[in-house]
């Protein structure tokens, strides 16, 4: 079992996840010049990270671009289902095209159902000769890093893992990224694939992108689809399985309200996680404090899950100036009160 399945069986039980039951094309592209020009890894104000335990983390101002913590950030690495958030983005910039709609059903064809009942991947039950919606597998693949929806998704919008890689890139260079590897819509290397796996690449090849350019991918989602986040602040949806069983999906992004790891007084609305053997844990996110948002990557992690959040928590910390506490911490804090009062006076 891959380090990225026991994580996802880990937070399943630990969360009782799965319970039975139109600017125009010319104004994009210049915007996206001007962002890269912003977001550029050259800022004289940022702040050069040394601290995060993690093998690269950024903080971007997400209004501005304005890099405000950079640590190893132009380093492409792996970054596991952190990718999904680019596949979102060509789903949405589809939707608003009206190539797709929300409410499309699409078929599952049996490669990729075969990712989908994979039990070695993060995943969702897609049954082969069913139909789900465009927004079911949108929401499953962001919440619970679902594969074979992600894979569900780029065969209904483009027919081919090459076509909608195609796409990807197009869209990455809009959000100013010009030179990552960027193979496939899942987060997995090549191989994992099966039968929708590229041609003439080789199997253990892996999307790799560095800190900065899932901070500029990120800043154009929600730039350009603001509702995207409709998707990512949810703490759960129901997800129809098939006609006899349906699922409540708990999110795995541990700083969403009502988790241990939320920051008290944050907005946390996003994104996403990943996890591969290569690529460690990952994160990339976004949070308001007040009226000013942040973006943070944090990639390959050191320690246990909760770490990359932890990270990000530090990082927001330096960046902001603020101590930052969490829910858990708050909770702790009001136990110790509250067993020091009940202790007999000496």
């Known amino acids: 079992m891959t380090l990225r399945r026991k994580v996802f069986h880990l937070l399943t039980a630990m969360s009782a ?85 929300w409410n499309q059903r699409v078929k599952i064809n049996k490669p990729v159902a075969k990712i989908a009942n994979d039990w070695h991947f993060s995943n969702v039950e897609l049954d082969a000769g069913h139909r789900y919606t465009i927004r079911e597998l949108a929401e499953s693949m962001m ?34 990224v010009k030179d990552a590897k960027i193979y496939n819509m899942i987060g997995l290397d090549n191989g994992s694939l099966g039968k929708l796996k590229l041609k003439g690449v080789p ?27 409709s998707i990512t602040k949810g703490n759960h949806v129901n997800f129809r399985a098939n006609d006899h069983q349906q699922y409540d999906l708990v999110n795995i992004n541990m700083m969403l309200s009502g988790n241990p790891l939320a920051p008290v007084g944050w907005d946390v609305d996003g994104l996403k996680t990943g996890t591969t053997d ?24 050191q320690g246990n899950y909760n770490a990359q959040f932890t990270e990000t928590i530090k990082m927001l910390q330096d960046v902001s100036g603020k101590t930052i506490t969490t829910q858990q911490t708050t909770q702790d804090n009001q136990q110790a009160s509250n067993n020091g009062s009940l202790q007999p006076q000496q």
């Open 203 to 229: 199997n253990s090849a892996e999307n790799q992108l560095s800190a900065l350019d899932v901070a500029k991918i990120s800043r154009y989602l929600i730039r350009h689809y603001p509702q995207s986040l």
């Open 17 to 101: 996840a799965f319970l039975v039951g139109t600017t125009s094309l010319t104004a994009v592209v210049a915007a996206s010049k001007r962002d890269d020009n912003i977001v550029s890894g050259k800022s004289t104000h940022a702040k050069v990270g040394q601290y995060v335990n993690a093998k690269a983390a950024v903080t971007i101002d997400a209004k501005t671009g304005r890099i405000l913590y950079n640590q190893n950030g132009q380093q492409k690495m792996p970054i596991a289902s952190v990718i999904k958030i680019l596949t979102l983005a060509v789903i949405e910039q589809d939707v608003a095209s009206g190539h797709l709609s």
């Open 278 to 301: 290569k690529a460690g844990n990952c994160f990339a996110g976004t949070e308001k404090d007040g009226s000013k948002r942040y973006i943070t990557v944090v990639l390959n992690v």
């Open 143 to 176: 919440i619970v890093s679902a594969d074979g929806s992600a894979a569900a998704l780029a065969i209904a919008d483009a027919g081919s893992t090459a076509k909608f890689n195609q796409k990807m890139q197009a869209v990455a260079r809009k959000a100013g």
